[in-house]
């Protein structure tokens, strides 16, 4: 089992859909969490840590599930913009390393 | 202004070879990194250095050295390059060394296309 698992997609939505990933994680005592956004041929960029409470940014919500081992990251309104990929990213217990999830395509449709 | 930058952003070599791909960060950051994305889209760490000092290393081979200058920079050195060596790779940085109470975000280089023919 990889340590952090996406749905790789595509997720083809019309702009103005709601649309959410979830991940997974192996290790339970994982401690950080994240979602960065990767635009084709480009760098990845944080989007936004995870929180235990749960966070939002605008248009984007982040959920973590301690329990289930899961994160998720809502979009909703979605714009032509948001097309990317979105990489689900955990920082193991003991803090050194941090281990990226391939990634959820999104494609967004006039 | 670019805050972590890397050179040469495309590099195309012959199996065999040696090249370095160099990285330079002006935000201050006492970590960087350097991670692999293979065609497969995977990111994969490879090294972290903080304030100079090697703190992971990863299960890669001994052709990949890197090297840390100053804790602005961290190089990083490919002897006898093999087909498998194509990919992109990232240099990142952070404010210091990740924890389990940090959140430190980390920021990336623009990438090194390589390809080796």
């Known amino acids: 089992r990889k340590e952090v698992e996406q749905d790789p997609g595509p997720f083809n939505v019309p702009e103005g859909a709601t649309v959410a990933f979830n991940c997974t994680y192996s290790?339970?005592?994982?401690?950080?969490f994240f979602w960065y956004r990767q635009d084709c041929r480009k760098e990845p960029k944080l989007l936004m840590s995870?929180?235990?409470s749960g966070n939002e940014d605008g248009r984007f919500t982040a959920q973590l599930n301690r329990a289930s081992q899961y994160i998720s990251l809502l979009i909703r309104d979605s714009k032509l913009s948001d097309s990317a990929t979105y990489l689900c990213?955990?920082?193991?217990?003991?803090?050194?390393?941090?281990?990226f999830g391939a990634g959820t395509r999104l494609f967004v449709k006039a | 202004d670019t805050a972590v930058s890397q050179t040469p952003k495309y590099l195309v070599t012959q199996m065999g070879n040696d090249k370095s791909i160099k990285c330079e960060q002006n935000?201050?950051?006492?970590?960087m990194y350097w991670y692999k994305q293979d065609s497969k889209k995977f990111l994969k760490i490879m090294f972290s250095?903080?304030?100079?000092?090697?703190?992971i290393n990863e299960t890669v081979p001994n052709r990949f050295s890197p090297k840390s200058p100053d804790k602005a920079h961290l190089n990083l050195h490919i002897n006898s390059l093999e087909l498998g060596d194509s990919a992109v790779y990232f240099c990142?940085?952070?404010?210091?060394?990740?924890?389990?109470?940090?959140?430190?975000?980390?920021?990336f280089g623009p990438g090194t296309r390589l390809t080796v023919l």
């Open positions: 990142a940085s952070s404010p210091s060394r990740l924890t389990e109470s940090s959140y430190n975000e980390q920021f």
């Open positions: 290790n339970s005592a994982s401690q950080s």
């Open positions: 990213v955990v920082n193991k217990a003991g803090g050194f390393k941090t281990i």
């Open positions: 995870v929180y235990s």
């Open positions: 250095y903080n304030n100079k000092e090697l703190i």
């Open positions: 935000l201050g950051h006492d970590t």
